[in-house]
């Protein structure tokens, strides 16, 4: 899987998420600082929504 990691992702073994947009028909994303553990995959249109809540602080704590 090759992606996008956070931008707010840094060198020092920070939090890291790794995006990968380049599969067909899925979003998948994982830890990049563990790139063979668990992964998560979401359709296109469940990966909008979740960016959509994120930019509106529905998930805000």
Do not use: I, Y
């Not at 990968?20 to 359709?43: E, H, M, T, Y």
Request: hydrophobic share 35%.
């Amino acid at each position: 899987m090759s992606g996008r990691k956070s931008s707010h992702s840094s060198g020092n073994g920070g939090q890291c998420v790794e995006v990968a947009s380049n599969l067909p028909g899925v979003v998948a994303v994982r830890d990049s600082k563990d790139p063979d553990g668990g992964k998560l995959f979401f359709s296109p249109d469940e990966w909008r929504a979740f960016l959509a809540g994120a930019k509106t602080g529905k998930f805000d704590l």
